[in-house]
């Protein structure tokens, strides 16, 4: 599974942004992760295949995750943007098969949030 994901850019603080992550194939579940500078990826919001939906507690109310799966892809749309969601964010999917699941990520995409 390949996947392209666009979508970042500047913001100033307080703006949305919303980003998009396109698989190529069908996938079960879908999520968003961001990175800061010198720290590990940390995970940001998942949608199963069925909907259901989780955040990161600094983000619930902010951001909303969700996907077309007839288009195979999953958006993040994020309001309220603090200078504290700059970051460069990464879209993982996950493909769940009789033979077990693998994870697939896409490239990432920088989100700067200007104070």
């Known amino acids: 599974v390949q996947l392209q994901a666009s979508g970042g850019g500047l913001a100033q603080a307080g703006g949305s942004l919303r980003l998009s992550c396109v698989a190529s194939?069908?996938?079960?579940?879908m999520l968003w992760y961001r990175q800061y500078p010198g720290k590990q990826r940390e995970w940001v919001a998942v949608i199963n295949s069925g909907g259901v939906t989780n955040y990161v507690d600094s983000v619930k109310g902010r951001f909303t995750i969700s996907r077309d799966s007839a288009k195979n892809t999953v958006y993040l749309q994020m309001n309220s943007l603090e200078p504290e969601d700059t970051a460069v964010y990464y879209c993982k999917v996950v493909r769940v098969r009789a033979r077990g699941s693998s994870n697939y990520w896409g490239q990432g995409t920088q989100v700067t949030v200007s104070s």
């Open positions: 194939g069908s996938v079960n579940a």
